[in-house]
């Protein structure tokens, strides 16, 4: 167990609509990642906060948001979905001393 | 051109057999070297986890960097069927963020 939860574990949206997920962690983990990782394929770095601040992002459009809580809790924000957004969507956090990122069990995301 | 490349597999092997997983990278700035192991429908977990090159043993797996060909392997000993899942190697710089680039990730199943 990481210790990292995500929800909601699965959620089916239409094209043009807007989704929020959510990660949390029970340790105070102060760097959150987000990833997409379509089927068969690696996960792909979304964008990454550090003390409630973006401080890296990947080539992802802007309609791909997040924010950083803080309580270390996250959200990740896709608005004007599209059908390529399908994908299984993974928190990572990392924080303390040592180089470990735990990943959440992920939100799976259904674009029809 | 991908900056790792992984063989996608799918790899079957029978139990008790010694596994080789490996990845080739482009970017000679990547200092840490991670394997991660997805059971289907999960969240990656940490397997190994290795700065710069050398190898490193936990129990049955083995995990090896060699810079200088831009190489890295994990190597699965006395494989069980409880070893049977998609294996992704990631890899990230020594500075900026915390992003980690992965591979494709290799489907593996040991048969027994």
């Known amino acids: 167990e990481t210790g990292v939860t995500q929800s909601p574990t699965h959620l089916i949206k239409t094209r043009g609509q807007q989704v929020t997920l959510r990660c949390s962690s029970q340790s105070g983990h102060n760097t959150v990642s987000w990833y997409q990782q379509a089927l068969g394929q690696g996960p792909q770095f979304i964008f990454q906060y550090y003390r409630e601040e973006e401080n890296g992002r990947g080539n992802f459009p802007p309609r791909f948001s997040g924010l950083q809580f803080p309580n270390y809790s996250s959200e990740l924000n896709v608005n004007a979905l599209e059908l390529d957004d399908s994908a299984l969507y993974l928190c990572?956090?990392?924080?303390?001393?040592?180089?470990?990122?735990?990943f959440g069990p992920g939100t799976r995301l259904l674009v029809l | 051109q991908k900056e790792v490349e992984q063989d996608p597999g799918p790899l079957s092997v029978p139990e008790g057999a010694i596994v080789s997983l490996n990845c080739t990278y482009s970017n000679s700035a990547f200092q840490y070297f991670m394997w991660y192991r997805q059971y289907s429908r999960k969240g990656p977990e940490l397997l190994m986890y290795t700065y710069s090159s050398g190898n490193k043993e936990d129990g049955r797996f083995t995990a090896q960097v060699d810079k200088s060909s831009k190489y890295i392997s994990l190597f699965i000993r006395d494989s069980q069927p409880s070893d049977s899942a998609t294996y992704l190697c990631a890899m990230r710089t020594n500075f900026g963020n915390e992003k980690l680039t992965f591979g494709t990730g290799t489907r593996l199943t040991i048969i027994p």
């Open positions: 990572v956090m990392k924080g303390g001393e040592g180089e470990t990122q735990y």
